[in-house]
């Protein structure tokens, strides 16, 4: 699991670094929550296909991971417009080092959340049990040799 997380941390919070980036950009065009949202769509993809090949080992992604991994992004995107849009109601106009540890520090504890939520529910391994019972059969029994 150890193993897992730094993966994780790896691809998941590498992705976020740049959408740190690319958000406040894209919110020059328009409003901070659209380009988050955009942003957030893009980077689920992407982030979904990098832990179902590399973090999870568990191969593509299909359309299940997908729309579940999405539920957690969508969590993800709330904690961090909830935290970006408190910082502005608190200050007018914060600085972009300010907005920025706002937004990586909603981030990271979005996605400890994402990643346990990912490993236990979305790239869960599942283990098979046989559906046909295995028969058993005794162990051989030794009968003594009469002697006469």
Do not use: D
């Not at 992004?73 to 502005?88: E, F, M, P, R």
């Not at 600085?95 to 520090?105: F, K, P, R």
Request: hydrophobic share 50%.
């Amino acid at each position: 699991m150890f193993a897992s997380f730094i993966r994780f941390v790896v691809f998941g919070g590498g992705t976020g670094v740049l959408c740190s980036l690319a958000v406040p950009a894209l919110a020059t065009a328009m409003p901070w929550t659209l380009a988050n949202a955009l942003i957030t769509i893009a980077s689920t993809l992407l982030c979904t296909e990098l832990h179902a090949r590399y973090t999870f080992r568990t191969g593509r992604a299909g359309w299940r991971q997908h729309w579940q991994s999405a539920g957690s992004a969508a969590a993800a995107y709330a904690a961090t417009s909830i935290a970006v849009l408190t910082l502005h109601a608190l200050q007018q106009s914060p600085s972009m080092l300010t907005e920025q540890l706002v937004y990586l520090s909603a981030s990271a504890l979005a996605g400890i959340g994402r990643f346990l939520v990912l490993r236990l529910v979305v790239f869960a391994k599942t283990t098979t049990t046989p559906t046909t019972p295995v028969l058993r059969l005794p162990a051989p029994v030794s009968h003594p040799v009469l002697t006469a």
